[in-house]
């Protein structure tokens, strides 16, 4: 199973963009790179996924180095409903059940 | 499109009773997940169900939770006799379809959650 390590917590202000970073030292090579967002009282959402190189959407950037032993998650601009919760997960696929993995998850405050 | 939905919202019980839980699915969506977070942990999977049947159970505590999927549509997660230690936030979770490296993994959709106190 890979472990994610990701900083606890993390302040930005409005306008900022904000950088978290997840170290995955044992990542398979089957593995993909997933992010999840969790408001309070909210079950995660997700909110991209890479297995290599930059992923982008209309809500982040994904950029993962060649040898995926880390992933950064880009936030353009937060705003203070961006603060909450931010999960790397790494996938775990075994007989094909796709089971996340969650560890504790960086605590984002966006202040204005 | 309606989202993953759960039910109840909170339960409030004594130890030693029995809750169960429901989620229903976004429509049409194959695969079924149960999500836990006990106090100050992390979320933990439970199991996942493909249709009607059980996937992966690897997750499930003990043989006091019962998780069920009659005709692959909503699924129930009972706790009987319910312990203090049980209480937490419950997450269901769905996707579409079944998740194979070559494919990519599919997004899981969550529910709000139940939230469940055990007294």
């Known amino acids: 199973l890979a472990k994610t390590t990701q900083p606890i917590s993390m302040d930005s202000y409005e306008g900022q963009e904000v950088n978290i970073t997840c170290s995955h030292n044992?990542?398979?090579?089957?593995?993909?790179i997933t992010w999840y967002q969790q408001f309070p009282s909210q079950g995660p959402r997700f909110i991209i996924q890479?297995?290599?190189t930059k992923v982008t959407n209309e809500v982040a950037s994904l950029f993962i180095p060649a040898d995926r032993k880390s992933s950064t998650l880009s936030l353009p601009r937060v705003s203070l409903s961006d603060t909450a919760v931010y999960y790397c997960?790494?996938?775990?696929?075994?007989?094909?059940?796709?089971?996340?993995?969650f560890g504790s998850g960086t605590r984002l405050l966006v202040r204005p | 499109e309606a989202g993953v939905t759960q039910f109840p919202s909170h339960s409030v019980i004594e130890k030693g009773q029995t809750v169960t839980l429901r989620c229903d699915p976004i429509?049409?969506?194959?695969?079924l997940y149960w999500y836990r977070r006990v106090m100050g942990k992390e979320i933990k999977f439970l199991l996942h169900?493909?249709?009607?049947?059980?996937?992966?159970e690897s997750g499930m505590p003990n043989n006091r939770f019962l998780a069920e999927r009659t005709g692959g549509t909503y699924s129930t997660l009972k706790v009987q006799p319910a312990e203090l230690e049980d209480s937490g936030v419950y997450f269901c979770?769905?996707?579409?379809?079944?998740?194979?490296?070559?494919?990519?993994?599919?997004?899981?959709?969550f529910g709000p959650g139940t939230r469940l106190l055990v007294l």
């Open positions: 997960l790494v996938g775990d696929i075994m007989d094909s059940s796709y089971k996340l993995i």
């Open positions: 429509s049409g969506h194959d695969n």
């Open positions: 979770a769905s996707s579409q379809d079944s998740p194979t490296w070559l494919a990519g993994i599919e997004t899981q959709y």
């Open positions: 890479g297995y290599k």
């Open positions: 044992n990542i398979a090579t089957n593995d993909y």
């Open positions: 169900f493909v249709k009607e049947s059980k996937q992966d």
